[in-house]
């Protein structure tokens, strides 16, 4: 039971990091060099803290990006 586990945490895991590097290739970002990468989300991280405002304006470019998906 402990080994399965351990498994589907590892799979949960995989399929966790898959989705978020889809978004990468989703934002126009896959050529771009890992540390520029890491860079953008460090700063949008911490230029987003408690900032109501600006979260709501991402999420709604992102959801813009993903309604497209339907075209």
Known sequence: MR???SSDARK???REKI???GLIVKAGLR?????LLLGMLI????RIGDDETERT???AIGAEAFGRDHE
């Not at 050529?31 to 540390?35: C, G, V």
């Not at 700063?43 to 911490?46: C, G, T, V």
Request: aromatic share 4%; glycine share 4%.
């Open 3 to 5: 080994r399965s586990s």
């Open 31 to 35: 050529y771009e060099k890992r540390a």
């Open 12 to 14: 949960k895991d995989t």
């Open 19 to 21: 989705e978020l590097g």
């Open 43 to 46: 700063d949008a991280q911490r």
């Open 57 to 59: 304006r991402l999420s």
